[in-house]
């Protein structure tokens, strides 16, 4: 992950966050949240792209995940996530920020917004997961074996976590971008690190506040890859039903990794979302 470096620490509950700011200080905020087992490293494009568009684009990885510390008996829990991202908030200074979530960051950012009060301008999610039942047969079988492939040798963990990861993409990954979303899995703390999170995905999470999508009151716009095989595209149609107002905008060509399948087209309706009067 060279040519992608998070430069500032936020020591959170949960272990030491690596985040950075891109754009100009003055610009209108704009948070990135990427989902599992990803990092920020899947906004790289669309991070620089709104910087020069004079946002402040504010990027992070969560706690055991990418540059951010990782560590055994660590929750990384949606839970946990949910107030790290309100803590980091309010260390950054922001009150109301457009947040634009992927994966994972979806319920995270709905969490905190639902939960604990953060404010947001607008918020887009993309491919979130947010509506009960998730969880891929692959994510349930090492969720319910965690122990057992946290034994994998090393080579055979990271065959399995590459190809893991490239099942998200459509139109497949450049080798060098499946070598960076590969990295933090990679060492002896990565690998006890990916089956960590994991086990302690829980789908209560979400259950916790899927009944409150009706009280959403901030513009909300719905983005999803019409070929993602890890969420179907039919759950951003009930999502978009769920939450007041919200539009729903479906990416083509793109599978579930849509910043990286199709950032000028997921770009474009971000754009024009966070431009959008009202």
Same mark, same amino acid.
């Given at each position: 992950?060279?040519?992608?470096?998070?430069?500032?620490?936020?020591?959170?509950?949960?272990?030491?966050?690596?985040?950075?700011?891109?754009?100009?200080?003055?610009?209108?905020?704009?948070?990135?949240?990427?989902?599992?087992?990803?990092?920020?490293?899947?906004?790289?494009?669309?991070?620089?792209?709104?910087?020069?568009?004079?946002?402040?684009?504010?990027?992070?990885?969560?706690?055991?995940?990418?540059?951010?510390?990782?560590?055994?008996?660590? %929750?990384?829990?949606? *839970?946990?996530?949910?107030?790290?991202?309100?803590?980091?908030?309010?260390?950054?200074?922001? !009150?109301?920020?457009?947040?634009?979530?992927?994966?994972?960051?979806?319920?995270? !950012?709905?969490?905190?917004?639902?939960?604990?009060?953060?404010?947001?301008?607008?918020?887009?999610?993309?491919?979130?997961? *947010?509506?009960?039942?998730?969880? !891929?047969?692959?994510?349930?079988?090492?969720?319910?074996?965690?122990?057992?492939?946290?034994?994998?040798?090393?080579?055979?963990?990271?065959?399995?976590?590459?190809?893991?990861?490239?099942? *998200?993409?459509?139109?497949?990954?450049?080798?060098?971008?499946? %070598?960076?979303?590969?990295?933090?899995?990679?060492?002896?703390?990565?690998?006890?690190?990916?089956?960590?999170?994991?086990?302690?995905?829980?789908?209560?999470? +979400?259950?916790?506040?899927?009944?409150?999508?009706?009280?959403?009151?901030?513009?909300?716009?719905?983005?999803?890859?019409?070929?993602?095989?890890?969420?179907?595209?039919?759950?951003?149609?009930?999502?978009?039903?769920?939450?007041?107002?919200?539009?729903?905008?479906?990416?083509?060509?793109?599978?579930?990794?849509?910043?990286?399948?199709?950032?000028?087209?997921?770009? *474009?309706?971000?754009?024009?979302?966070? +431009?959008?009067?009202?």
């Amino acid at each position: 992950m060279e040519t992608w470096r998070l430069h500032r620490t936020y020591d959170s509950p949960s272990g030491t966050v690596r985040w950075d700011r891109l754009g100009p200080q003055d610009g209108e905020p704009v948070v990135l949240m990427h989902g599992t087992p990803f990092s920020s490293y899947v906004w790289q494009e669309i991070a620089h792209a709104l910087a020069a568009r004079h946002h402040q684009v504010f990027v992070w990885d969560m706690p055991g995940y990418g540059a951010s510390e990782k560590f055994d008996g660590q %929750d990384v829990s949606l *839970a946990a996530q949910g107030e790290v991202f309100s803590g980091l908030l309010e260390h950054w200074g922001l !009150s109301g920020p457009s947040v634009i979530a992927h994966d994972f960051g979806g319920c995270v !950012s709905l969490r905190a917004h639902l939960l604990h009060k953060a404010e947001y301008r607008r918020l887009a999610l993309v491919d979130p997961v *947010a509506l009960a039942p998730w969880g !891929s047969p692959f994510f349930r079988l090492v969720g319910e074996n965690t122990e057992v492939f946290e034994q994998l040798p090393p080579p055979l963990h990271r065959a399995l976590v590459r190809e893991y990861i490239a099942s *998200a993409s459509h139109k497949g990954l450049r080798p060098d971008t499946a %070598d960076a979303l590969l990295s933090p899995w990679s060492d002896e703390t990565g690998q006890a690190a990916f089956y960590r999170q994991i086990a302690q995905a829980d789908q209560r999470f +979400t259950d916790e506040i899927q009944g409150l999508y009706p009280e959403i009151t901030v513009p909300v716009t719905v983005c999803w890859g019409e070929q993602d095989t890890w969420i179907p595209v039919a759950r951003a149609h009930e999502l978009a039903t769920l939450i007041p107002g919200a539009r729903l905008r479906l990416i083509p060509g793109a599978g579930h990794l849509v910043p990286l399948d199709a950032p000028a087209l997921l770009l *474009a309706e971000l754009l024009a979302f966070l +431009t959008t009067t009202g």
